[in-house]
């Protein structure tokens, strides 16, 4: 029976927006296929984990001052983290984590919180406390050549920038600035992004791509994984591209309503 | 001169809307703000301003506590109906003061908004403050608990009236230490009883120490973060409790305060906290114990809030839920009952719930036994589906509806005992839906 090994950094720190429904999505559409999971948690200050020998790590976002807590811990990690990514385990990271995995976070009051610097992107709270990147949103994304959209909802206050490649082109919603364009990073083994709302319920193929490349870098050979009855999911994607992409999107107009915010 | 007429024209505005049978709710206070924003200064209150706060509970509570003052003979002036931000407390004001702006009341106890309370409380001389808890909320409107819970901590730094905590609440006992000069400062709180728990599983807040960020140990838990804690390396929690509800019998409705015992309508631990702020705020005003616990035991909200009613012959319980813990209250209630059950799940997402439905997947619903069928419905009922679905329960018993009477007809298509959740915004229209269908 083939096999996926999840890791859940900080579930009890970093939970701010439903993230750890992530999981139960990964675990239902591999459960579905027949394909056993573990999963994980590695708690602050618990027992080093060994990254390398998981499949996925996911890690969320957190409120202020759980974040700078967990940091700190993380930062012990570093090289280990490095390492992981380099040899292929996919990382799934949303907002807080997001922005840790980068050089740092600069908050309102100028204090630094240190990243792990994997990434070369840095991010730095908008200096107005009342603003904040709030709202639904819909990115298109590329998976190996497919487009897709990818719905949800943002809210940060960090204003992302340096990204090398993002997840996504933004098609209503703000993304990694003030309406930006562009929405999180990306590589291969790695989504970084701000949508939560939860990420990985209402877009059942991202969740698939991660179960798809996971199981053919665990397993070296061509994954074709059994489809699923994604009704519900495909009614809730209908219900928010039609809300805010309908005719709108057509006439180009939203990009209008982006510059006026 | 000018605030005259702003009283004037706004009084008729809630009359007129009166007439034609709606209620008033924020407009005339809305409209009162913004002709004159220090419009608040121009009430002369004579009566004890009672402010209740908190993320859950702040309708029960604070209507309790008005028909507690009511029945023992005080005149009370309250925003019984739930608008409880500054429009809608000053909408309150407009609706019972006199031309010249007189508050006649012994009592004026108003449900404020966690984040209108330092907005509030700036411009009214404020005599008690009842704190009940603090979970996450509506975090897009609000932003995160803790600058919530920082803003209050601002506003106690310089208030030194009476302030009543719930000591099980982390997040809420804290602000017992925002001013050392307050000297009344008065905590509640449950003693264990067949509903605590050892360990935790739910959605949790404030799990580690506000001051020293120390993992908190829990002696018990009661529900959610709510339990009996203390922190392990600054000694923070075991505060001296003034209000103790013991001898706890949740199914019954029986709970005791100092050897007498209170019946109450309610069989929830949740309800119960509430009650416990009530009677707090009764024992501290000096109100006789015989006529709280008459007030206690005839006390029932009926808007949706733990409402129990018989529709069609079948047994229904509605009840409010606009954050993981409500949920998890209710789907504890519906845990207990071993009957057949079927279930309406309602989520909208409308300014006033939050626009984001992240929150769901912090509901804990992995116990479903003995439901039969998941209806869901709402502005969002695909994402309710999808929750429910991604927890186990299967996929062919969902019947996602996009409207609500459809939900309701599907829901007593059979005779199973009904539970109804339903957030914000959807509460009083499922409301109105099931007795519709009642009468018809």
Not at chain 1, 83 to 93: H, M
Not at chain 1, 114 to 125: K, M, N, S, V
Not at chain 1, 216 to 233: N, Q, S, W
Request: net charge neutral; aromatic share 12%; charged share 30%.
């Amino acid at each position: 029976m083939e096999e996926i090994k999840i890791l859940h950094l900080y579930p009890d720190m970093l939970n701010l927006y439903g993230d750890r429904g992530n999981i139960q999505a990964l675990k239902y559409r591999a459960e579905k296929r027949g394909i056993n999971v573990i999963v994980d948690y590695y708690y602050l200050g618990g027992e080093a984990p060994d990254f390398s020998k998981y499949d996925i790590v996911f890690s969320g976002g957190g409120a202020d001052s759980e974040q700078a807590l967990v940091a700190n811990d993380m930062l012990k990690y570093k090289e280990q983290i490095k390492k992981a990514i380099d040899e292929g385990v996919f990382f799934l990271l949303v907002c807080g984590s997001y922005q840790l995995f980068g050089k740092y976070y600069k908050g309102v009051e100028g204090d630094i919180i240190p990243g792990l610097e994997i990434f070369d992107y840095y991010t730095e709270a908008i200096p107005d406390r009342k603003k904040r990147c709030i709202g639904d949103i819909i990115i298109e994304v590329n998976l190996d050549g497919i487009k897709t959209k990818v719905i949800g909802y943002e809210n940060h206050a960090g204003q992302t920038q340096n990204v090398e490649k993002p997840f996504g082109h933004v098609l209503y919603g703000q993304g990694n600035t003030f309406g930006a364009q562009e929405e999180g990073f990306m590589r291969k083994n790695v989504i970084a992004t701000y949508i939560h709302g939860t990420l990985l319920s209402k877009n059942p193929e991202i969740t698939d791509y991660i179960i798809q490349y996971a199981l053919e870098r665990k397993y070296g050979e061509k994954v074709e994984l059994e489809k699923l009855d994604d009704a519900f999911e495909e009614k809730a994607r209908e219900q928010l591209l039609n809300r805010y992409l309908s005719k709108r999107y057509e006439k180009g107009e939203f990009y209008e309503e982006i510059k006026k915010k | 001169m000018k605030n005259f007429f702003i009283i004037i024209i706004t009084k008729i505005i809630t009359i007129t809307l009166k007439i034609f049978g709606k209620n008033a709710g924020n407009l005339p206070g809305n409209l009162a703000l913004k002709w004159d924003k220090d419009i608040f200064k121009y009430f002369k209150i004579n009566g004890k301003i009672i402010a209740v706060t908190g993320t859950n509970g702040k309708t029960m509570t604070n209507n309790c506590i008005a028909q507690i003052f009511k029945d023992a003979g005080k005149k009370v002036i309250s925003n019984l109906q739930g608008n409880n931000m500054e429009t809608g407390i000053l909408s309150t004001f407009i609706k019972n003061c006199t031309l010249t702006g007189k508050i006649k009341a012994d009592y004026i106890i108003l449900e404020t908004d966690e984040s209108y309370v330092p907005v509030v409380y700036k411009k009214l001389p404020l005599d008690c403050l009842v704190i009940l808890n603090f979970f996450r909320d509506q975090l897009d409107r609000n932003g995160e608990m803790e600058t919530l819970i920082l803003k209050i901590q601002k506003f106690l730094e310089d208030y030194n009236g009476k302030l009543i905590l719930n000591a099980d609440d982390p997040n809420v006992s804290r602000l017992s230490k925002a001013n050392h000069e307050n000297k009344n400062i008065f905590f509640y709180s449950i003693d264990k009883c067949k509903e605590s728990a050892d360990e935790l599983y739910e959605a949790a807040e404030g799990t580690y120490c506000p001051f020293c960020k120390t993992k908190l140990q829990y002696e018990y838990y009661q529900y959610a973060h709510i339990g009996k804690f203390k922190c392990p390396n600054c000694d923070y929690g075991e505060e001296e409790i003034y209000q103790l509800l013991t001898d706890i019998n949740v199914d019954e409705g029986k709970f005791c305060i100092g050897g007498e015992q209170y019946k109450t309508q309610y069989d929830s631990l949740y309800a119960f906290y509430d009650l416990a702020a009530a009677t707090t705020v009764a024992k501290l005003y000096e109100i006789p114990e015989d006529s709280v616990k008459n007030t206690i035991k005839e006390f029932a909200l009926n808007n949706g809030r733990l409402e129990k009613l018989l529709i069609n012959n079948c047994k229904t319980v509605i009840n409010l839920a606009k954050n993981p813990t409500g949920f998890n209250v209710s789907l504890r209630m519906l845990q207990k009952d071993e009957n057949k059950k079927d279930l309406l799940l309602v989520l909208n997402d409308n300014v006033a719930d939050g626009r984001d439905v992240s929150w769901i997947w912090d509901i804990d619903f992995n116990n479903l036994d003995g439901v039969q069928r998941i209806i869901t419905a709402g502005i969002r009922p695909y994402d309710m589906a999808i929750r429910v679905k991604t927890a186990g329960y299967p996929a062919e018993k969902i019947i996602p509806c996009t409207s609500i009477k459809e939900a309701v007809e599907k829901l007593y298509e059979t005779e199973n005992t009904k539970y109804v959740i339903a957030n914000y915004t959807a509460i009083q229209n499922v409301r109105k839906e099931i007795k519709n269908f009642h009468k018809s």
